[in-house]
């Protein structure tokens, strides 16, 4: 392995601290995105029936991974721990996982880097 994947294999990433989030009973993560913006506020005002959250619901895989997220765990370690628990249904698993975790650190900020 090249010393660039061993520095992004021993990445750790945390939880945003802003972000709200539910575990249903199936271990499955479910991220809540506050509505509050000022029109989504005028109009629940009117009665208008405008949920205070929207829910987007990880996958199976998404939420695995997504609870491995502690602050000390590397990415090499998750990697790990999601091959022990699924095998081969998870290869490529550094490329699919390294784009899952790029994709909720850039694009939705559910996580973030605290070591670079």
Do not use: W
């Not at 005028?42 to 996958?59: A, C, G, H, V």
């Not at 699919?96 to 605290?114: A, D, S, T």
């Amino acid at each position: 392995m090249t010393n660039n994947n061993e520095e992004i294999l021993n990445i750790i990433f945390k939880i945003s601290d802003n972000l709200e989030y539910e575990v249903d009973r199936d271990n499955i993560v479910i991220i809540l995105k506050k509505q509050d913006h000022k029109v989504q506020k005028f109009f629940r005002k009117l009665k208008f029936r405008i949920p205070e959250y929207t829910k987007n619901s990880l996958d199976e895989y998404g939420s695995y991974v997504f609870l491995q997220i502690d602050g000390k765990k590397t990415v090499k370690d998750i990697g790990e721990n999601l091959e022990a628990k699924y095998g081969d249904k998870v290869h490529p698993l550094y490329e699919r996982l390294l784009l899952f975790l790029n994709h909720i650190n850039v694009n939705c900020h559910y996580i973030e880097k605290i070591n670079f």
